[in-house]
Antibody
Framework: QVQLRESGPGLVKPSETLSLTCTVS????????WSWIRQSPGKGLEWIGY???????NYNPSLQSRVIISVDTSKNQFSLTLSSVTAADTAVYYC???????????????WGRGTLVTVSS | EIVLTQSPGTLSLSPGGRATLSCRAS???????LAWYQQKPGQAPRLLIY???NRATGIPDRFSGSGSGTDFTLTISRLEPEDFAVYYC?????????FGQGTKLEIK
């Protein structure tokens, strides 16, 4: 059973950089894509981006200028960096596995429990 | 960007009833790339349906998905108390990945 767990600071000051790590257990990070998704309080889901084992990435254009997602296969971890944060970046941040099957379906089949990051001075 | 519009925003039904949730895309989406998720308060979303109509592992057969093109439907027959939650559709047809705004299924 694949499990994901987010870790990182729960409070970040405005204009600073948000950094989170997702640790994958029960499976290898050398397969599939690994993604970050966030959910602002009381709001819907927003895809941030994903990374592949090779380090190749795809980001949401709305965040692309501020986001970096990286992977460390030796630690079975991937990370999110979001720079120049504002109150609008306050959200629950989820990491997830983006699975693709033989019919080319793509979907998020495993999710972390999520971690609340608050942007405030 | 493909916008997914879910309706209704809130659906009030009784246990044992039948729920029909709609997801409309701003442009055509291949069924292969349409999924549905269930989210309960304080929890991460859970995959219900992928490829528009395929149930994920462990999902009861009272959940079913259908549709094509721009119109997709999630149907829950014989509502159980644990089914009352928020439901999201999601597309991967075109980047960026997008989610609908959600339909809240509440107990009447």
């Amino acid at each position: 059973q694949v499990q994901l767990r987010e870790s990182g600071p729960g409070l970040v000051k405005p204009s600073e950089t948000l950094s989170l790590t997702c640790t994958v257990s029960g499976g290898s990070i050398n397969s599939y894509y690994w993604s970050w998704i966030r959910q602002s309080p009381g709001k819907g889901l927003e895809w941030i981006g994903y990374v592949y084992k090779s380090g190749s990435t795809n980001y949401n254009p709305s965040l692309q200028s501020r986001v970096i997602i990286s992977v460390d296969t030796s630690k079975n971890q991937f990370s999110l960096t979001l720079s120049s944060v504002t109150a609008a970046d306050t959200a629950v941040y989820y990491c997830g596995r983006l699975y693709y099957d033989s019919s080319d379906s793509h979907y998020f089949d495993y999710w972390g429990r999520g971690t609340l990051v608050t942007v405030s001075s | 960007e493909i916008v997914l519009t879910q309706s209704p925003g809130t659906l009030s039904l009784s246990p044992g009833g039948r729920a029909t949730l709609s997801c409309r895309a701003s442009q055509s989406v291949s069924s292969t790339y349409l999924a549905w998720y269930q989210q309960k308060p304080g929890q991460a979303p859970r995959l219900l349906i992928y490829g528009a109509s395929n149930r994920a592992t462990g999902i009861p057969d009272r959940f079913s998905g259908s549709g094509s093109g721009t119109d997709f439907t999630l149907t829950i027959s014989r509502l159980e108390p644990e089914d009352f939650a928020v439901y999201y559709c999601q597309q991967f047809h075109t980047s960026p990945v997008t989610f609908g705004q959600g339909t809240k299924l509440e107990i009447k």
